[in-house]
């Protein structure tokens, strides 16, 4: 589950970059203000990284996927692009577990064989 998570947080870390380039463009934004939120973000989403396999992490992710979302109110393509990598996180985080569990039982089964009880 790690690896597919980290892939869309890392994914999403470049896309709030993006999107604070368009924002940037808005005359009622300054610099700082949107360089805080999106640099804020973007290393949330980078310590998300580590933290997905501890207790808590695939919470904060949904809080940043959103985040995400709610960021359409300021770049309007962002309700698109949000809703795309809530989705990507959904997949990540059920077929991440899926995958877990079939290296977990592959594990169990190769020690199985290698004990010659």
Do not use: N
Request: glycine share 10%; hydrophobic share 55%; aromatic share 12%.
């Amino acid at each position: 589950m790690r690896t597919l998570c980290s892939s869309t947080l890392i994914g999403e870390f470049f896309i709030i970059g993006f999107a604070g380039l368009v924002a940037m463009k808005d005359p009622d934004l300054t610099m700082g203000t949107v360089w805080t939120v999106c640099g804020i973000a973007m290393v949330v989403s980078v310590l998300l990284c580590a933290m997905v396999s501890r207790p808590g992490g695939v919470q904060l992710g949904w809080a940043l996927q959103i985040g995400l979302i709610l960021s359409g109110f300021v770049v309007p393509t962002m309700f698109f692009l949000g809703a795309c990598f809530a989705a990507l996180w959904w997949c990540s985080v059920h077929f991440g577990r899926k995958v877990d569990e079939a290296k977990a039982r592959f594990a169990a089964q190769a020690e199985a064989s290698a004990d010659p009880v």
